[in-house]
């Protein structure tokens, strides 16, 4: 019985042992998994932020050239602007015994001038510079706008008032169209116009055609394979019943058969969008 006593205790103990040992190991591999585990968490976090990293640090020319988004050479320089205000012109009778061999109406409150040549204005080889040269000549402030595009669809050439040689991109109440007949000669015009434009406030520095561009892209408003042109600083109507006029990037964006006009504020980046048609 002692023997077989002894025995008996020493095969327990060797369970135990290897129980204990079981034990041990299974902890050893828990606590390596959970190690693995975490040291991987540990490299993927690490590369999604060097991944992070490098989307924010990669340039807008970067960004838009992986996108196969198209653009012109850009205006590089950054000025400093002001707003400017003005106040929508009645147009006086005086000013319209002017103009000869036309028929003027006036509206009820003199906003808007329509005049009816009393022959048609034919124009050259050169078209857009023999009509810029009526707009000078024929026109009353004719010298104060720049022309934007032709509205082909009512045959018509849309001009835009000027101040310090930007354009006041699509005000209504500084605006000219051109009306041509069918033989491409002008036969009419409606005239609105803006005075007493004045700068307002002190000068500030702007967005750069870059930065307003870059803002157009976080917006998620430029789409892959675009193309940018007609970049253009001028003045875009903030407050439409003071006439408060911001300066304003303007971008024409092509993508497909879809054609956008995007306003980009040069002050806080605000941002104005037309589809194209004049």
Do not use: C
């Not at 490299?43 to 020319?61: G, L, P, T, V």
């Not at 253009?232 to 019943?241: A, H, M, R």
Request: charge should be negative.
């Amino acid at each position: 019985m002692g023997v077989l006593g002894n025995s008996s205790h020493l095969l327990r103990r060797r369970r135990e042992t290897f129980m204990d040992w079981s034990k041990t190991k299974t902890i050893f591999i828990a606590v390596f998994l959970i190690l693995d585990i975490f040291l991987l968490m540990v490299f993927f976090n690490k590369h999604s932020a060097s991944q992070f990293e490098f989307i924010q640090e990669a340039s807008i020319e970067d960004k838009l050239k992986s996108y196969n988004i198209e653009y012109e050479k850009l205006p590089e320089e950054v000025s400093e602007e002001t707003i400017i205000t003005a106040k929508t012109k009645k147009f006086t009778k005086k000013e319209t015994d002017r103009l000869l061999n036309q028929t003027v109406k006036l509206s009820l409150n003199q906003l808007i001038l329509d005049s009816y040549l009393q022959k048609p204005f034919k124009l050259g080889e050169e078209k857009l510079e023999d009509m810029k040269s009526f707009v000078e000549s024929d026109v009353l402030f004719g010298d104060q706008y720049r022309y934007w595009g032709m509205n082909d669809e009512k045959n018509i050439a849309i001009f835009y008032q000027h101040y310090d040689n930007k354009k006041m991109f699509e005000n209504k109440n500084g605006k000219l169209e051109i009306k041509l007949n069918n033989n491409g000669e002008i036969y009419a015009y409606s005239q609105t116009l803006l005075e007493n434009l004045e700068e307002n406030g002190k000068s500030e520095s702007i967005l750069s055609a870059y930065q307003a561009i870059e803002t157009l892209y976080k917006n998620g408003l430029i789409k892959p394979n675009s193309k940018i042109s007609n970049v253009e600083l001028g003045y875009y109507t903030v407050v439409t019943e003071l006439q408060v006029l911001s300066p304003t990037w303007y971008f024409k964006i092509k993508n497909g058969e879809k054609t956008e006009r995007m306003y980009v504020n040069a002050f806080d980046g605000s941002i104005y969008r037309n589809e194209e048609n004049s």
